[in-house]
């Protein structure tokens, strides 16, 4: 059985930490968090100790850490892990820097560990299925995917200034979920961006609203709608044509019940969150890494994918601030 740590004990930190201790199929040692009660806290909860970061990297008997902290720490903690031998799980985004995450993807290849990115999307049950379906080659070619991902309210603006922006801290669910979908890179991206919910977060100099189309070297093309608002809960849609026809995702409902009155018809909202929405798909994210490490077999997600969902970011990003497209050049991808 492997021996596992969880640094950060933070907001996901906790979720994880439910699915790293139901199955029994992994021993949770200890947890990490510069901040000392938060991490004894929650290592009280599962069982587990609370030791610090250099402790935990420095123990050979751990197998493998969950990378939970706050972004500006994934590089350093992914370089220093795989370092000291051990298979990494790390939470999206890879860095704020896209030449900070090449020179993590260089020293963590060099090691031969693996590393998963937690773009845990690609575990919802749902959006799998859709995936599946289209891998079958049940919709033919793939021609054009529509991605719709808006959140029931915006984060405070302090979040919104170190968040490194909509597109590396929000969209980049959507980046790796096109990248995912359609296989590989799009050759170029073009972003639109307004702040339209929250005039800080304009002053702030982010936006809150925002269309991102990414084309395909062969012509295919992923449009990605995002929000910080939608009033009516978490909307995360997928839509998907193909040359024999059409793949779609709907919203997961707080329940399924519809009343049906000669006034109309109404059904339940969606999930209100993430945590609502993606618990399940959290559960699933650990497993399939823990399959991974165990059998030695590859990563579902990759190091790799991580820093290619964060070149579209900083494509969109820069998109944006000239009002051009912007090429995927292969430097950008490592
Ligand atoms: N995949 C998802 O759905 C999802 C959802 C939320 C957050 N995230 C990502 O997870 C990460 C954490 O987000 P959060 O919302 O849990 O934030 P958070 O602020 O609630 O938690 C982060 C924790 O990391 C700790 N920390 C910071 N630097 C550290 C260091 N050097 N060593 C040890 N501990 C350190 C903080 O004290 C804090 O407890 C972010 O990168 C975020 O983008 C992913």
Request: proline share 9%.
């Given at each position: 059985m492997l021996n596992v740590a969880l640094l950060g004990a933070g907001r996901i930190g906790q979720v994880h930490a439910q699915s790293m201790t139901?199955?029994?199929?992994?021993?949770?040692?200890a947890v990490a968090d510069v901040n000392a009660e938060a991490a004894q806290a929650l290592a009280a909860r599962i069982g587990a100790e609370a030791r610090s970061v250099e402790a935990i990297i420095a123990d050979?008997?751990?197998d493998a850490v969950l990378i939970a902290t706050s972004t500006d720490t994934h590089s350093d903690l992914i370089t220093r892990a795989t370092a000291a031998g051990k298979a990494v799980l790390c939470e999206k985004p890879v860095d704020l820097s896209l030449d900070r995450a090449l020179a993590t993807l260089a020293a963590a290849e060099a090691t031969g560990r693996p590393v998963m990115i937690g773009f845990n999307r690609r575990f919802d049950p749902n959006f799998a299925a859709l995936k599946a379906a289209f891998d079958a080659g049940e919709i033919g070619d793939g021609e054009l995917l529509s991605i719709t991902s808006f959140d029931p309210a915006p984060p405070p603006v302090d979040y919104v200034k170190v968040s490194g922006g909509l597109f590396r801290d929000m969209m980049i669910h959507d980046f790796d979920m096109a990248c995912w979908i359609f296989g590989g890179a799009p050759a170029r991206v073009t972003a639109h961006g307004s702040s339209l919910v929250d005039p800080a977060i304009g002053d702030a100099g982010d936006v809150d609203t925002a269309a991102v189309t990414m084309v395909w070297e062969d012509g295919r093309i992923a449009v990605i709608k995002n929000s910080r608002?939608?009033?009516?809960?978490y909307d995360q849609r997928l839509e998907l044509l193909g040359s024999q026809g059409l793949l779609s995702a709907a919203n997961v409902l707080e329940n399924t019940v519809q009343k049906i009155t000669t006034a109309g018809a109404v059904s339940a909202k969606p999930l209100h969150f993430f945590l609502e929405r993606y618990m399940r798909a959290y559960e699933i994210e650990w497993a399939a890494f823990l399959k991974g490490v165990t059998e030695g077999?590859?990563?579902?997600?990759?190091l790799r994918e991580g820093v290619a969902a964060l070149a579209c970011a900083e494509a969109a990003t820069r998109s944006l601030a000239q009002g051009t497209t912007v090429a995927i050049t292969p430097d950008m991808l490592g």
């Open positions: 139901a199955g029994g199929h992994c021993t949770v040692v050979p008997a751990i608002r939608a009033g009516y809960g077999t590859a990563m579902p997600v990759t």
